[in-house]
């Protein structure tokens, strides 16, 4: 199968990964069925898919006529058996779960062909493990899609143990397909590549907060004013190559010792769960959340992701003339 074979997809898990999936390839013109099995969140999606495009809308990016053309392009199921009908592909995006993940795989092979594409949404877990009970192991992968999926273009497109090179191929090309950024990970290892990046500048933010070197707000500020702001133009290792190499292992000789190491997460934040402290789960976190502040802060970050990704799709346009 050629990724320009594929034009049915399954998406398990309408929550907050999943219907933002869905949302991508229905708005390419793929049709796109959802499963979930909790239906009060399976009737919401395409409430949330709408929503989700106004934003698109204000920016013009689209038209009504291309909200309506995504949304007829789904269709919610309410068991995994007729989700499972005429799909090419099947995107699972249900909870960080390994026996639930693997359950459902099980349930999975028996409806559908050993040639449909299996990928696992997963940020972190092994996709070699999580394909080690499967009759049909070659067909399996990850494709790891970032928060919020129905903006952010980088996927992480992984390769198992027992992945086929041309499923592999095949899936990465469905990516461009729909517009997105795919990254090749040719070896699985936890965390992938984004989230072995984002959890080690994680861990040494909440350890600069642990020891009161800086407010949570200060330490956020140096990252959203800082080095974050070129992050969209210009990778680590671009700009370490710019800094110039011997500088960059001067500075890490220095500075490398200093820096938080642990291998386990951090007490503070273990204490803060304890205290039923979890973020906007419970309006208390780092900071405190209200449901205005949530509603603000999401829309603020949807609506300026969606300026920069417009400017540096510009800016390639040009550069191509």
Not at 120 to 132: E, G, H, P
């Amino acid at each position: 199968m050629k990724a320009n074979d594929i034009d049915k997809v399954g998406i398990i898990g309408a929550g907050l990964m999943g219907h933002g999936i869905a949302q991508v390839f229905a708005m390419n013109g793929y049709k796109v069925n959802v499963f979930d099995t909790d239906i009060k969140v399976l009737k919401s999606v395409p409430e949330r898919i709408h929503k989700n495009l106004q934003v698109f809308l204000e920016l013009k990016i689209v038209e009504e006529k291309d909200i309506n053309q995504c949304m007829n392009n789904i269709h919610l199921c309410d068991n995994l058996f007729s989700m499972c009908e005429r799909t090419d592909i099947i995107i699972e995006a249900v909870k960080e779960n390994l026996d639930l993940k693997l359950n459902l795989y099980a349930d999975l092979e028996q409806n559908i062909n050993p040639d449909i594409i299996i990928c696992s949404n997963t940020s972190a877990i092994s996709i070699t493990r999580l394909s080690k009970g499967l009759q049909h192991k070659q067909r399996f992968l990850g494709t790891h899609f970032w928060n919020p999926p129905h903006i952010l273009p980088c996927v992480e497109v992984i390769k198992g143990e027992y992945t086929s090179d041309i499923i592999f191929e095949t899936v990465f090309g469905l990516m461009k397909e729909i517009k997105k950024e795919p990254i090749r990970v040719l070896k699985d290892v936890p965390g992938f590549l984004g989230n072995r990046l984002q959890h080690a500048m994680w861990r040494e933010a909440i350890s600069l907060a642990e020891k009161k070197i800086a407010s949570p707000e200060d330490i956020d500020k140096v990252v959203k004013y800082g080095f974050g702001l070129r992050l969209p133009f210009i990778g680590p290792l671009e700009t370490a190559d710019l800094a110039g190499l011997d500088l960059d292992y001067d500075v890490h000789k220095y500075l490398f010792p200093y820096l938080e190491n642990a291998s386990e997460p951090s007490p503070v934040l273990k204490s803060m769960i304890d205290q039923g402290i979890l973020g906007i789960k419970t309006g208390k976190g780092f900071y405190e959340w209200s449901e205005e502040k949530i509603h603000n802060v999401i829309n603020q970050r949807d609506l300026i992701l969606l300026k920069i990704m417009n400017d540096i799709r510009s800016q390639a346009a040009i550069s191509k003339e």
